[in-house]
C-alpha cells in the first residue's frame, strides 16, 4: 500500500514538473518528503528523552551515599558552652604609668610686660637642658604637687511646694472690667457711626405709633474674641425695647475689644443709646 502511495505521488510529481528543472527546489522537496519527516520524528522524541532522563540521573548522583573516611587517631571532643552560665570577662588591668626619667630642663616662659617689671635672675643653661616650665638645672625628682579642683555637684533647681497656691491672674477670664479701669473702650470695627447706621437701616418701626420721640439704651458685653453677649435694653416701650436688641442681635461685624491699664484686651461693658420719633 504504501510503494502505491509512493508511486502515485511520483508520477504526480512527474506530472507537475514536465518540462521543468527538477535537479533543486520543490521537485527535489516533495521526493524526499518521507525522508525529511521521518528525520524528524527521531530527533523529537530523542530530545523528548534526553529531557526526560536528565533529572533522574541528577537526582541520583545527589542522593549518593556519603563515603566515610576513617581517620587515624584518638577522636577529638568539642566541649559546648552551657547557655546558662553567663561568660566570664577577664579584670581590667590597670597600667601604671612609666615615670620618664629625669631630665635637665630651664624656665623658658617669657615674662609677662608689666609697668615695672623685675629683672629676673640670671641662671647659667647647661647644654643638655632642655626647655620646660621650671628651673630644674639638676635633673632632680620634682614633686608634683597639683591637686585637681573638687567638682561642683548642684542641686538643681529647688522642688516645687506640697501644695502650691494657685497664681490667680490680675484679669480672671470671667470677669467685666468696669469703664473707670479701661485705658482703652472697645470699639466697633469700621467705628461707632458705623455701627449707627447699621442699627438704623435695619432698625424695623413700621408697627410704632407715638407723637414723641421714643427712647432706649442697649446694653451688652464685648468680649475678648470681638462678639457681643448679654444684650439688654432699658426703655419705658417694651416693644420698642425687643425690636432695638433684635436689631443689634442681627448686625454682622466685629468688636475690638477693651483694653485695661497694663495694655491687656479684656471683657468690657458698652452702652449704646437709641431715640427715635414716629410720625
Not at 13 to 21: G, Q
Given at each position: 500500500m504504501k510503494?502505491?502511495?509512493t508511486?502515485?505521488?511520483?508520477?504526480?510529481?512527474?506530472?507537475l514538473f514536465e518540462h521543468r528543472n527538477k535537479e533543486y527546489g520543490a521537485y527535489v522537496l516533495r521526493n524526499e518528503s518521507d525522508k525529511i519527516l521521518t528525520k524528524a520524528l527521531f530527533?523529537?522524541?530523542s530530545l523528548?528523552?534526553?529531557?526526560s532522563i536528565t533529572p533522574l540521573i541528577i537526582s541520583?548522583?545527589?542522593?549518593?551515599?556519603?563515603?566515610h573516611v576513617p581517620v587515624d587517631g584518638p577522636p577529638v571532643v568539642i566541649k559546648l558552652k552551657d547557655p546558662a552560665t553567663p561568660e566570664q570577662t577577664p579584670p581590667v588591668q590597670i597600667v601604671k604609668p612609666v615615670t620618664p626619667p629625669n631630665t635637665k630642663q630651664y624656665d623658658s616662659q617669657i615674662p609677662t610686660p608689666a609697668a615695672h617689671a623685675i629683672e629676673p635672675v640670671k641662671v647659667e643653661k647647661p647644654a643638655d637642658a632642655a626647655p620646660g616650665l621650671v628651673n630644674n638645672l639638676d635633673g632632680e625628682s620634682i614633686k608634683n604637687t597639683y591637686i585637681p579642683p573638687a567638682p561642683h555637684i548642684g542641686t538643681g533647681p529647688a522642688a516645687p511646694p506640697a501644695n502650691p497656691q494657685p497664681v490667680q491672674p490680675a484679669n480672671p477670664g470671667n470677669s467685666i472690667v468696669d469703664?473707670?479701669?479701661?485705658?482703652?473702650e472697645a470699639n466697633f470695627v469700621g467705628g461707632i457711626d458705623s455701627f449707627r447706621n447699621k442699627v438704623m437701616n435695619n432698625f424695623d418701626g413700621s408697627g410704632f405709633e407715638s407723637d414723641g420721640v421714643v427712647k432706649t439704651t442697649i446694653t451688652f458685653i464685648v468680649e475678648i474674641d470681638g462678639t457681643i453677649s448679654g444684650i439688654k435694653a432699658n426703655g419705658g416701650n417694651a416693644d420698642f425695647?425687643?425690636?432695638?436688641?433684635?436689631?443689634?442681635?442681627?448686625?454682622?461685624?466685629?468688636?475690638?475689644?477693651?483694653?485695661?491699664?497694663?495694655?491687656?484686651?479684656?471683657?468690657?461693658y458698652f452702652k449704646f443709646p437709641i431715640s427715635m420719633k414716629f410720625e
Amino acid at each position: 500500500m504504501k510503494h502505491l502511495h509512493t508511486n502515485q505521488e511520483f508520477r504526480f510529481n512527474e506530472v507537475l514538473f514536465e518540462h521543468r528543472n527538477k535537479e533543486y527546489g520543490a521537485y527535489v522537496l516533495r521526493n524526499e518528503s518521507d525522508k525529511i519527516l521521518t528525520k524528524a520524528l527521531f530527533v523529537g522524541v530523542s530530545l523528548l528523552a534526553a529531557v526526560s532522563i536528565t533529572p533522574l540521573i541528577i537526582s541520583a548522583f545527589s542522593n549518593s551515599t556519603p563515603v566515610h573516611v576513617p581517620v587515624d587517631g584518638p577522636p577529638v571532643v568539642i566541649k559546648l558552652k552551657d547557655p546558662a552560665t553567663p561568660e566570664q570577662t577577664p579584670p581590667v588591668q590597670i597600667v601604671k604609668p612609666v615615670t620618664p626619667p629625669n631630665t635637665k630642663q630651664y624656665d623658658s616662659q617669657i615674662p609677662t610686660p608689666a609697668a615695672h617689671a623685675i629683672e629676673p635672675v640670671k641662671v647659667e643653661k647647661p647644654a643638655d637642658a632642655a626647655p620646660g616650665l621650671v628651673n630644674n638645672l639638676d635633673g632632680e625628682s620634682i614633686k608634683n604637687t597639683y591637686i585637681p579642683p573638687a567638682p561642683h555637684i548642684g542641686t538643681g533647681p529647688a522642688a516645687p511646694p506640697a501644695n502650691p497656691q494657685p497664681v490667680q491672674p490680675a484679669n480672671p477670664g470671667n470677669s467685666i472690667v468696669d469703664a473707670e479701669a479701661l485705658s482703652v473702650e472697645a470699639n466697633f470695627v469700621g467705628g461707632i457711626d458705623s455701627f449707627r447706621n447699621k442699627v438704623m437701616n435695619n432698625f424695623d418701626g413700621s408697627g410704632f405709633e407715638s407723637d414723641g420721640v421714643v427712647k432706649t439704651t442697649i446694653t451688652f458685653i464685648v468680649e475678648i474674641d470681638g462678639t457681643i453677649s448679654g444684650i439688654k435694653a432699658n426703655g419705658g416701650n417694651a416693644d420698642f425695647n425687643s425690636e432695638a436688641i433684635r436689631t443689634v442681635k442681627s448686625i454682622r461685624g466685629k468688636w475690638i475689644p477693651g483694653k485695661n491699664k497694663k495694655g491687656e484686651a479684656v471683657r468690657s461693658y458698652f452702652k449704646f443709646p437709641i431715640s427715635m420719633k414716629f410720625e
